[in-house]
């Protein structure tokens, strides 16, 4: 069977998170590039590559030749042409769009189109630096997709939007509460905590990663939470 580069044959092989790759792996890449061929696993025969390579990395590759952990004959043979794309809080003119392409596509997994984002909505999208760039825009989008019933309208309290899910194990502050109107606000709490799970999971049908990430959570927290309401999924 053929694999990836077999397959780019007269096209394009793209190369995601470059820099991820471990030394042993950059030297099989630099092999390919150099000789243009390459072996199948298990196979004798080396077979000739013809297409292009396009990769694409978030980390600096000349600061890793310095550190050694990127090859140097590696970095020069992919650097032939760069192509810099600044990060998304430097080019808050491309969020809108992602927004709305984020949108359709989400809109179509859930059945439910969604018309566009609220004036609100995009202004705190486009004040949020976005440290995890275009990944982070299409997790929070999906976020607010899940939890907004109906379509229509993307309203700016749909979801998080520029923060980013933080969790603890230390149960709230009482401050100035008595005992118990602590724990009647805590039981009103569980009580729309199981509610927002049972929500996510029956518009992500009990697709519980899809799930957790509505909510802002780890998946091991989700199943913990499921199996402390008791919600079958």
């Not at 471990?22 to 199948?40: N, P, S, W």
């Not at 550190?67 to 192509?83: K, P, W």
């Not at 976005?130 to 990944?135: A, D, F, I, L, M």
């Amino acid at each position: 069977r053929d694999g990836l580069i077999a397959s780019a044959k007269g096209g394009t092989l793209f190369l995601d998170e470059l820099g991820e790759l471990d030394l042993g792996f950059q030297a099989k890449l630099l092999r390919v590039l150099q000789e243009r061929t390459f072996r199948r696993v298990g196979g004798t025969l080396d077979l000739g590559m013809d297409a292009r390579i396009v990769a694409s990395t978030n980390r600096d590759l000349a600061r890793m030749v310095d550190e050694g952990t990127f090859r140097e004959d590696l970095f020069y043979r992919l650097n032939v042409f760069s192509i810099v794309v600044p990060p998304l809080r430097q080019r808050t003119e491309d969020i809108a769009p992602l927004a709305t392409h984020f949108l359709a596509q989400f809109g179509e997994e859930l059945a439910r189109p969604f018309i566009g984002l609220s004036d609100g909505a995009l202004a705190r999208l486009e004040s949020y630096a976005w440290p995890g760039n275009v990944r982070e825009l299409r997790n929070t989008l999906e976020r607010a997709a899940i939890m907004t019933s109906g379509g229509g309208e993307i309203p700016a309290a749909a979801s998080s939007f520029g923060e980013r899910a933080q969790e603890s194990d230390s149960g709230p502050e009482s401050g100035d509460w008595t005992p118990a109107e602590l724990a009647e606000d805590q039981l009103s709490l569980e009580r729309m905590e199981a509610a927002m799970i049972r929500r996510a999971l029956t518009v992500t049908r009990g697709n519980k990663g899809r799930a957790a990430r509505a909510l802002g959570i780890h998946r091991s927290t989700l199943y913990k939470k499921l199996e402390t309401y008791r919600i079958e999924a």
